[in-house]
């Protein structure tokens, strides 16, 4: 073979295993866009039984067709203690039997028969098909999920193509004797298992190693004695994709991925040990025997079968040698103390856009619940001061702006990438919401700190003026219900409720500072008194402002409008009957008392 017969095949090989892997990941990264985050979801709710977890990590990673995505999206979910590591070790041993499903797609290029109809089941026959109906898809679908289905199509297509290229790239090397000698070391079980190895981690792919060595078996003899420990090796190698990612990952994080090492060593060295020994006892005689693409494919599926059912009993083994690893320590449980519910905004799930939207609305919806808890316990101190309390609302808003400022940069991250039309409504909403939020926490921090100085300086409302100020507070805490209901639920009904009591909330504040300018002008209660007042009902209206622009944002995104003050301005300009009536309802219910000057 002369220098430019070398340099087509090495350029065959290379360019058809470039297609090989990117096509694998396209057709994965459209298989799971196509999922919308569900996927993700899906597996978070279901590993609480082993081998519900088992089976669930054996069809997600056929689904995505990888092995080491499957893997690195445990990390995550272990990195943001959505999952813990007794229901990820579960979802690892079934990955590895998932991921054997690429081998058997595959080997759909050995079939060959002068059949037309069986011929047709041959990649090569159909692919250019697919291929044009995905780019058909791809380019000219308005519908984001049949561009997805496009994706696959293309991503498929492409992957069949690197394998077809691999194959003819190496045809040439059958007739090579140097080449069939450097294919006989492979029989070293030691070789081989190294190669394997170090080959799938320069890939980052065992579904790669084994492509590779299922095009060679279409151009030249592979022997069982040859493909067994490459394949085995390809397990162990594989592992490197999720050290890689775990690295930036908590201790957790780290974990998982050493289980998923942990496991695939054990499961190699005793496949190795007990094979190679009965070998040497048997002498298997398949051994030299052509194994061909199916015989591959079988190989890889028949050690994972085997291996991981077998391991599922002694998962929790896997889960003591990660933590005898690396042990946890008192920082370790206070830090995830004090992180808790922001680790759900973990980096890796960004490669997943409809997923990481999910975890940020989640993280978000906890950021309003304790901006409604924050409030309450700050409406409380007013009249019943206790100080304990009082570092609860201070430590709650402290807590909020963390939340704010790490999921609007979560959020910008997950902008950075294509999302489909709904979920950019969803993001802009979750920014605009998340400023309401901690805007409400700091009103009720200020709430806090107006009824502190009330407290240290002995001062109480009047009667009369307490009376008002609770049936306030009472209105106060319903819009803030609503608007927290209708954020966590998308329900636009509910949040057209918010409007009208918002409208009610302006109108009460008004009365209540009339009324004690009436009072302090009859001597029944101080300036002082009326500062007190005033500020608390600034924020109370301020606070219910926050919820109607949360609302109108809800309302926005379902209405696929970008107009707030339009929106208001409209809404009361044609005072349409619904909402007079509904105004009318918050009035009755939230009057108050009759009172004579």
């Not at 080997?107 to 069986?118: E, G, K, R, T, V």
């Not at 000698?181 to 070293?188: D, E, H, I, R």
């Not at 933590?323 to 799930?349: A, H, M, N, S, V």
């Amino acid at each position: 073979m002369n220098s430019i017969e070398m340099f087509s095949l090495v350029a065959g090989l290379v360019g058809g295993l470039a297609m090989f892997l990117y096509g694998m990941n396209v057709m994965s990264g459209g298989l799971t866009k196509m999922a919308g985050g569900k996927l993700e979801s899906t597996l978070a709710n279901v590993t609480k039984h082993p081998f519900i977890a088992y089976l669930f990590g054996v069809g997600v990673t056929a689904l995505v067709q990888s092995s080491s995505a499957s893997t690195v999206m445990v990390v995550g979910l272990v990195n943001s203690g959505i999952m813990t590591l007794k229901q990820a070790v579960s979802v690892i041993l079934g990955a590895n039997l998932g991921t054997t499903f690429t081998a058997w797609l595959l080997s759909l290029n050995a079939i060959s028969s002068d059949n037309f109809i069986i011929n047709l089941l041959k990649p090569a026959s159909f692919t250019p098909f697919l291929a044009l109906l995905g780019i058909s898809f791809y380019m000219f679908a308005k519908s984001e999920k049949k561009k997805n289905v496009g994706t696959i199509l293309l991503g498929f297509s492409v992957l069949m193509f690197g394998m077809t290229t691999m194959s003819s790239a190496v045809s040439p090397l059958k007739e090579i004797d140097s080449f069939k000698a450097f294919l006989t070391t492979f029989s070293n079980p030691i070789i081989g298992f190294m190669v394997g190895i170090i080959f799938t981690m320069v890939i980052q792919s065992s579904a790669g190693t084994i492509g590779v060595l299922q095009a060679l078996s279409l151009s030249v003899k592979i022997k069982y004695s040859m493909a067994i420990p490459v394949v085995v090796g390809a397990e162990v190698g594989t592992c490197i994709t999720a050290i890689l990612s775990s690295l930036g990952a908590n201790k957790n994080g780290k974990r998982t991925a050493l289980m998923h090492l942990y496991f695939n060593i054990i499961k190699a060295s005793l496949f190795m040990i007990i094979f190679y020994a009965l070998n040497a006892v048997v002498h298997f005689a398949f051994m030299n025997d052509e194994i061909g693409m199916v015989g591959i494919a079988g190989i890889h599926t028949l050690i994972n079968l085997v291996a991981t059912p077998l391991m599922l009993p002694f998962a929790s083994f896997l889960v003591e040698l990660a933590l005898k690893t690396i042990p946890i320590d008192e920082k370790e449980k206070k830090e995830q103390e004090e992180q808790q519910g922001i680790r759900t905004l973990d980096p890796r799930f960004l490669s997943n856009p409809p997923f990481a939207l999910e975890q940020a609305r989640q993280a978000a919806i906890e950021m309003a619940n304790m901006s409604q808890d924050s409030l309450v316990k700050a409406i409380g101190l007013i009249t019943e001061y206790d100080q304990e309390i009082a570092d609860e609302v201070e430590y709650l808003e402290r807590k909020i702006d963390r939340y704010e400022d790490q999921l609007g940069t979560y959020l910008m991250k997950i902008n950075s990438h294509h999302l489909a039309e709904e979920d950019s409504h969803t993001l802009s909403l979750l920014l605009h919401c998340i400023t309401d939020y901690e805007r409400i926490s700091d009103h009720a921090l200020n709430i806090m700190e107006k009824a502190k100085g009330m407290s240290e300086n002995n001062r109480t409302f009047s009667p009369k003026a307490q009376t008002e100020m609770d049936i306030f507070a009472d209105a106060v805490k319903e819009i803030m219900s609503l608007a927290i209901q209708s954020f966590e639920n998308q329900d636009v009904n509910l949040a057209k409720t918010i409007e009208p009591l918002e409208e009610t909330i302006d109108g009460i504040n008004m009365e209540v500072k009339r009324r004690h300018v009436r009072r302090l002008r009859k001597g029944k209660c101080t300036i002082e008194q009326g500062f007190d007042l005033s500020d608390i009902g600034t924020d109370y209206e301020r606070i219910a402002d926050h919820c109607s622009n949360i609302a109108v944002g809800i309302i926005e995104v379902n209405d696929d409008m970008y107009d707030a003050h339009g929106y208001i301005e409209t809404l009361k300009a044609n005072k349409k009957e619904g909402f007079e009536q509904a105004v009318s309802f918050y009035e009755k219910k939230y009057e108050l008392p009759s009172v004579k000057f």
